[in-house]
C-alpha cells in the first residue's frame, strides 16, 4: 500500500519541512500551519513516481486559500 521508495523518515522529514516553511512564510507558528503539514505528510507518503511533485502544491494552495 505504501510506495516502495518510501520511509517513515521522508515522512517525517516532509512534515518538519513543511511546517518550517510555513513559518519562514508567515513568520509564526499556527495550528494551521501544522495541520495543513499534518494533512499533507500521509498524501506525500502514499504518492509515488512523482505525483507528489504535481499534487502537493496544489492541495497546499488550496488548503491554505480554505483556512486563510
Known amino acids: ?3 516502495p521508495n518510501k520511509s517513515l523518515e521522508g515522512f ?3 512534515f518538519v519541512t513543511t511546517v518550517a516553511l510555513v513559518i519562514a512564510f ?3 507558528f499556527t495550528y494551521a500551519a ?3 503539514a499534518l ?3 500521509p498524501i506525500e507518503f ?3 513516481r ?3 511533485n504535481l499534487v502537493l502544491p496544489i492541495l ?3 488548503l491554505f486559500h480554505t483556512i486563510a
Do not use: C, H, N
Open 12 to 14: 517525517l522529514a516532509f
Open 39 to 41: 494533512a499533507l505528510s
Open 60 to 62: 497546499a494552495a488550496l
Open 26 to 28: 508567515t513568520g509564526q
Open 34 to 36: 501544522a495541520g495543513v
Open 46 to 48: 502514499f504518492l509515488e
Open 50 to 52: 512523482g505525483l507528489d
Open 1 to 3: 500500500l505504501v510506495a
